[in-house]
């Protein structure tokens, strides 16, 4: 909790903010659903706490050990047991986890911290192209919680990242992983080459609003009272 002046932590008083230069399919979840929120985690850098037994540490929890299973073969908890051969047969078909991809904002990868940096994305789970798959890149997510509208959309543009990473592919599967449901594979989005450039726009809309904000307004609603930042909690907000 912030201390009792609520000001203490409140950011210098300054009417516009820099813009983004770089954003990632989270980057522009978290703007939409509360730009001020974004600013105080990305810009300003004010802590927000992570309780043990918080959605946000479960969820980091449950991809490290899906990524281990997924690399070693290690077992899951009990909770998840009954995903190991999903999990098996990811690995059997040569998957590789928790893999980093970036590029710059005409789409040429580049370093995930390089300067020109315009995209920031990272794949759960890879199964690269090959001639036996057809030349068709899978990726997929792991995915705790539950489903939301929004997954389709931002499928589309992890089948982008894939097509972009994986030049020699021809076509790209991107699958979801509900880890909370019975085990099953959520194919969200297939699409070949030639859809790219409509791929290509659909990024550059969902990046919009994140990459040209400068003013950064509280965004109310009912995720305010969940909120660390909200004025009942001496936060910075003046809303919540």
């Not at 999990?87 to 998957?95: E, I, N, S, T």
């Not at 920031?120 to 036996?132: I, N, Q, S, Y």
Request: with cysteine.
């Amino acid at each position: 909790m912030f201390g009792a002046d609520p000001q203490s932590a409140a950011p210098p008083p300054l009417t516009e903010w820099p813009k983004q230069k770089a954003w990632s399919i989270s980057a522009a979840s978290n703007h939409a659903q509360c730009p001020l929120k974004y600013r105080f985690i990305r810009i300003d850098k004010l802590p927000e706490p992570k309780t043990v037994d918080g959605p946000l540490v479960r969820g980091l929890e449950i991809h490290a050990m899906f990524d281990t299973c997924l690399k070693t073969g290690a077992p899951l908890s009990a909770e998840f047991a009954a995903w190991e051969p999903v999990v098996a047969a990811l690995r059997a078909r040569g998957a590789l986890g928790e893999q980093r991809a970036a590029f710059t904002q005409v789409w040429a990868p580049c370093d995930y911290f390089a300067s020109d940096v315009w995209f920031r994305g990272v794949f759960d789970v890879v199964v690269p192209p090959t001639e036996a798959n057809g030349w068709m890149v899978d990726a997929g997510d792991w995915k705790t919680g539950k489903r939301y509208d929004k997954h389709p959309v931002e499928a589309r543009i992890y089948s982008l990242a894939a097509l972009k990473a994986y030049p020699e592919a021809r076509s790209v599967r991107t699958t979801y992983y509900y880890v909370d449901e019975k085990p099953s594979a959520s194919i969200l989005h297939i699409a070949d080459r030639a859809a790219i450039i409509e791929l290509e726009r659909a990024a550059d809309a969902m990046s919009h609003d994140v990459l040209n904000d400068t003013l950064y307004p509280a965004r109310t609603g009912f995720h305010c009272r969940w909120c660390h930042f909200r004025k009942s909690n001496n936060g910075p907000c003046a809303f919540g």
